[in-house]
């Protein structure tokens, strides 16, 4: 079992910047596929970026346009995402997961955080 904790969303200005942290337990993550995704209200959860389990590949949701980059360091069992530029269409609640498979899907995720609330003001 993998316990996932968001953190590192909040209120920020169109155009400012967010680093979310991604914080793992119970097991390394270093087996698993992990990615991010968003949702907001009355929309289906989406794919923002994904890692993979050595962190050499990364992929991402053509909204992200070069503005965000993913990462982890798995000596901390951590995951990142380092979001600049934001924009309003950004807001949401954005969840980080892990998968046993390759695949970063939604249906390809085994755990999901809870988690944390992104507000981009105009």
């Known amino acids: 079992q993998v316990q996932l904790v968001e953190s590192g969303g909040g209120l920020v200005q169109a155009g400012g910047s967010l680093r979310l942290s991604c914080a793992a337990s119970g097991r390394p993550v270093s087996s698993y596929t992990m990615a991010w995704f968003r949702q907001t209200s009355g929309k289906e959860r989406e794919f923002v970026a994904g890692i993979n389990k050595s962190a050499l590949m990364t992929y991402y949701a053509d909204f992200v346009g070069g503005r965000f980059t993913i990462s982890r360091d798995n000596a901390k069992n951590t995951m990142y995402l380092q979001m600049i530029s934001l924009k309003p269409e950004d807001t949401a609640v954005y969840y980080c997961?892990?998968?046993?498979?390759w695949g970063m899907g939604i249906y390809d995720m085994d755990y999901w955080g809870k988690g944390t609330l992104v507000t981009v003001s105009s």
């Open positions: 997961a892990a998968g046993r498979s």
